[in-house]
């Protein structure tokens, strides 16, 4: 079969080959089989009827809706998930079906977690509604979105912007969802970009323990450091964050023609492509955590971790051109759209982009939970900072031409057909 192959070919098959794909052990496989057998579960696991809710007589605990199975639907049928499909992941101005949006990497991470939770016998529920929820609060434009408008709320509030504990505001306290409180605080402590060799739950007693973790995080630059999850479901989705994004960035470099292949990162302990990356790091966080009350991972996979991160900025999120775009184009757009939304707010104007998209979608879709007290107790910083991370990449530069006509800031977007 090889000759009839031009030697292109062949090379890529035996790169093929080369890739490495481990399995659980035979040891642990019949341990699991066993604890299944016999009818063991994880005594770390969360239970449903435990789920502290703001509400608590609300959204019961039943078998037809299990408490987070409920918080799944909670957040999948809020308006704002919807606008996952139109936010960047990591690359933007791209006209491109197949480079990755919040949308696709919100479900990578509800299923990697999933397959471990499942794996290691943890509340698979749960671990979805944190994985669903989990960047519902994110910015349009990704990192840099994220950076520039904690920029603006920092100028005229004194306070600081992060997706986590936006994610957790869209559900708590915009649209007032009664989410469970082991589900917040799984979304507020997810952040993916803190790596950990292990990751071991810290209760909390209730939410004014919780409310003050979340509040220190608008106040303090370095609190999102010290976050540490509630419930290890939550800690199986902080990892997986991580995991789903670690080796499907590359293949979206790869589309995006910023690299040519994966023979640019050195071969690591899991392997360098995104499936190897995902398969074998399943297997080594099951193999060192399972019946644990912590998350595991081995030294060689830690370190090998913190490697891949290092190479996937040094050869992808710094990239000069791309970073250009963000500074020159996208930082002035947010900090002129933020002052104009600002305006309108402190000027009462009914008739404004803010209060018709905005206000009044909040009213909308939230008449039966209530909105008056989101009204009443948000500050117009605030809002405008609310109403501008709700946006979607296209309706954030609509919304800028339709303020600005003649403004010399513009998103050009690179098209399926260039070269």
């Known amino acids: 079969m090889k000759g009839d192959m031009d030697k292109g070919q062949i090379r890529g098959m035996e790169q093929t080959e080369r890739k490495k794909y481990y399995d659980l052990s035979e040891k642990l496989q019949q341990r699991i089989k066993d604890d299944h057998k016999n009818g ?180 303090d630059e370095t609190a999102i450091g010290r976050l540490v999850p509630y419930t290890l479901e939550a800690c199986v989705v902080r990892i997986c964050d991580m995991i789903a994004y670690l080796g499907k960035d590359r293949q979206d470099a790869k589309r995006a023609n910023l690299i040519t292949d994966d023979s640019i990162f ?42 891949t991160k290092k190479e996937n900025y040094e050869k992808i999120y710094f990239n000069e051109a791309v970073d250009r775009t963000y500074r020159e184009n996208i930082r002035p757009m947010f900090h002129m759209m933020y002052d104009k939304l600002l305006s309108d707010m402190k000027a009462g104007d009914v008739n404004s982009i803010i209060f018709k998209h905005h206000i009044e979608f909040v009213k909308e879709n939230t008449a039966t939970y209530g909105y008056e007290a989101y009204l009443e107790m948000t500050k117009p910083t605030q809002m405008v900072v609310d109403f501008i991370a709700s946006m979607t990449d296209d309706y954030f530069v609509d919304l800028f031409d339709y303020l600005f006509p003649g403004s010399s800031y513009k998103v050009k977007y690179i098209s399926y057909f260039s070269e």
């Not at 959204?59 to 308006?79: F, G, Q, S």
């Not at 995902?278 to 099951?286: W, Y």
């Open 266 to 307: 050195d071969e690591q302990t899991f392997g360098k492509s995104n499936p190897e990356i995902i398969n074998n790091l399943i297997v080594n966080i099951v193999e060192n955590s399972y019946g644990k009350d912590c998350i595991v991972m081995d030294d060689a996979y830690y370190k090998a971790i913190k490697e």
């Open 40 to 219: 063991i579960q994880n005594p770390y696991r969360a239970k449903n009827r435990d789920a502290v809710r703001r509400k608590q007589n609300w959204d019961r605990n039943k078998l037809l809706r299990p408490a987070y199975v409920r918080d799944c639907e909670k957040i999948m049928h809020t308006p704002f998930y919807n606008r996952y499909a139109d936010k960047t992941q990591v690359f933007s101005f791209y006209k491109h079906d197949d480079i990755t949006r919040r949308a696709l990497h919100v479900q990578l991470v509800s299923r990697i977690a999933r397959n471990i939770g499942s794996l290691l016998g943890l509340n698979v529920d749960l671990i979805e509604a944190i994985a669903l929820g989990h960047d519902i609060g994110h910015t349009p434009f990704g990192h840099a979105g994220e950076r520039y408008l904690s920029e603006c709320l920092q100028e005229h509030a004194g306070r600081y912007f992060n997706h986590n504990v936006h994610s957790v505001r869209v559900l708590d306290d915009i649209l007032n969802r009664n989410v469970s409180l082991q589900t917040l605080d799984g979304i507020l402590c997810h952040n993916g970009e803190f790596a950990m060799q292990e990751y071991r739950p810290v209760p909390i007693e209730d939410f004014a323990h919780f409310d003050a973790k979340y509040e220190a995080c608008y106040l």
